[in-house]
């Protein structure tokens, strides 16, 4: 029998960031909150909207008043705003000023990722945000957190149909517009079990 230095044959691992977490001696998250459209450094184009949907209902379901993302989205691109990435360009006291805001959440999709190369895959999703008072510019809590899954096989009959599986469900995803859901979830739950009650 051949042996193999791998004890398991498959290995499921969920992997965590473990960032620091910043919230301002002055935090306040009363009023509205604006969930700006996302940043993304990732090579993903449906990832960005995913991750936002996900951000609003985990606000919504803590008690936040969240503005609707179509609402913001307009008066942002009345301004000539259509890109997370742009927002950089002004300041939060305008957004605020357009959107109807009293507090405004910043974020960037950091990773949004597959590996798949038989013997070993990882599913990657990697999210920092900010939330920052309209009014004044100051920020009120920034963190970044991940959700991540991997799956290690010690044999090629395994790896071979690992890698069938990976790239199906990638496909499938792909089709349906909701990419790395578990991960998604995963990483935003993480995100928002950071806030401070309110």
């Known amino acids: 029998m051949r042996r193999t230095w791998l004890a398991a044959s498959l290995v499921l691992l969920a992997g965590c960031s473990a ?4 919230v301002a001696p002055e935090y306040v998250s009363s009023g509205k909150v604006a969930v700006l459209p996302m940043d993304n450094e990732s090579n993903d184009l449906d990832g960005p909207a995913f991750i ?10 803590r008690g936040f008043r969240v503005l609707p993302p179509q609402q913001i989205d307009e008066q942002l691109k009345v301004q000539g705003f259509t890109d ?4 950089r360009a002004t300041t939060p006291q305008k957004i605020g000023e357009w959107t109807g805001a009293d507090t405004l959440l910043y974020s960037t999709l950091e990773d949004f990722d597959y590996i798949n190369i038989g013997f070993y895959a990882q599913r990657r999703v990697k999210i920092f945000s900010r939330l920052v008072d309209a009014k004044t510019g100051t920020k009120l809590w920034e963190a970044e957190r991940e959700g991540t899954t991997r799956v290690v096989v010690a044999d090629k009959k395994q790896a071979e149909q690992q890698f069938a599986v990976q790239l199906a469900a990638k496909a499938v995803e792909k089709m349906t517009h909701l990419p790395l859901q578990f991960e998604s979830r995963m990483a935003v ?5 950071t806030l401070p009650y309110r």
Request: positive net charge.
């Open 52 to 61: 936002r949907t996900l951000i609003l209902q985990g606000l919504a379901r």
């Open 189 to 193: 739950e993480r995100l928002l079990n």
């Open 84 to 87: 997370g990435g742009q927002l």
């Open 19 to 22: 960032s620091k977490v910043y």
